[in-house]
Nanobody
Framework: QVQLVESGGGLVQAGGSLRLSCAASGLIVSINVMGWYRQAPGKQRELVAT???????NYADSVKGRCTVSRDNAKKMVYLQMNSLKPEDTAVYYC???????????WGQGTQVTVSS
């Protein structure tokens, strides 16, 4: 089992920045993918960004150039730096941990990000 706890969400004006953090605990295998997804009201959960244990990153087109995903393997943390935020970035942001060998994923409880215009 893997437990994930997000922090760093909040209310910010358009054009502002936020940094989300996610702390992982439990059975953390060395080969994994961690990342961020978001779900806006009435919409499906969607990918924001992921990063492998080797440091390879993947971003949704909607956030490319505005967001940076990073991780600290020693601390079992993953981060999402979000800049130039837009109202359409408003959503609950979820941290995800994926074990590609067992094909098992885990979710955090989510953190609300609200961008006002």
């Amino acid at each position: 089992q893997v437990q994930l706890v997000e922090s760093g969400g909040g209310l910010v004006q358009a054009g502002g920045s936020l940094r989300l953090s996610c702390a992982a605990s439990g059975l953390i295998v060395s080969i994994n993918v961690m990342g961020w997804y978001r779900q806006a009201p009435g919409k499906q959960r969607e990918l924001v960004a992921t990063i492998t244990s080797g440091g390879n990153t993947n971003y949704a087109d909607s956030v490319k150039g505005r967001c940076t995903v990073s991780r600290d393997n020693a601390k079992k943390m993953v981060y999402l730096q979000m800049n130039s935020l837009k109202p359409e970035d408003t959503a609950v942001y979820y941290c995800n941990f994926y074990n590609p060998l067992l094909r098992v994923g885990y979710w955090g409880q989510g953190t609300q990000v609200t961008v006002s215009s």
